[in-house]
T-cell receptor, first 115, second 117 residues
């Protein structure tokens, strides 16, 4: 069975500093990996995904994530945080060995960027 | 981009009543839609996979008779919480995928906050 772990419930970072939101996954086959963001009172929004190819994936709003197969990780990063980045971030995985499978989400990490 | 509309955004109901939540894909056809439930400060829990024209597939522990899912068309799936109780109070989110490809990203509705009194 596939699973996702986001070890941090909360991440605090000062505005302008780099940020990292951690994610590790477990699948039996090869993974498709995703990051979604949930702003207050709004639905989930897609940030970026890894399917194949370059391990460094660039997404919306200046975010990027690096796929590390040996460490089974897909950490979300941004070089310089903005206060507007404060939100709830979800990592998700889909095992591509199966058919039309849904995403399995991590528990989420709340990011607070302090001015 | 693809848009998923979910309605209502918020509903308050009395215990014992039923509540229907609609999920529509506005500019694409979705043969499969997913229903998630989100508890406060917790992750999204997949409840069921809704397939157009066939019965939904429920995750373990989800009561199919309580959470009725209907996917009558390629653009509409509904979740009905029957005989709602306070423990059913939660945030429900639907999602849909435009294509059949495994890497297609999901698009989410804005969610429905259900409060059962």
């Amino acid at each position: 069975a596939q699973s996702v772990a986001q070890p941090e419930d909360q991440v605090n970072v000062a505005e302008g500093n780099p940020l990292t939101v951690k994610c590790t996954y477990s699948v039996s086959g090869n993974p498709y990996l995703f990051w979604y963001v949930q702003y207050p009172n709004r639905g989930l929004q897609f940030l970026l995904k890894y399917i194949t190819g370059d391990n460094l994936v660039k997404g919306s709003y200046g975010f990027e994530a690096e796929f590390n197969k040996s460490q089974t990780s897909f950490h979300l990063k941004k070089p310089s945080a903005l206060v507007s980045d404060s939100a709830l971030y979800f990592c998700a995985v889909r095992d591509i060995t199966s058919g039309n499978t849904p995403l399995v989400f991590g528990k989420g990490t709340r990011l607070s960027v302090i001015a | 981009g693809a848009v998923v509309s979910q309605h209502p955004s918020r509903v308050i109901c009395k215990s014992g009543t039923s509540v229907k939540i609609e999920c529509r894909s506005l500019d694409f056809q979705a043969t499969t839609m997913f229903w998630y439930r989100q508890f406060p400060k917790q992750s999204l829990m997949l409840m069921a996979t809704s397939n157009e024209g066939s019965k939904a597939t429920y995750e373990q522990g989800v009561e199919k008779d309580k959470f009725l899912i209907n996917h009558a068309s390629l653009t509409l799936s509904t979740l009905t919480v029957t005989s709602a109780h306070p423990e059913d109070s939660s945030f429900y989110i639907c999602s849909a995928r435009p294509g059949q490809g495994r890497h297609e990203k999901l698009f989410f509705g804005s969610g429905t906050q259900l409060s059962v009194l």
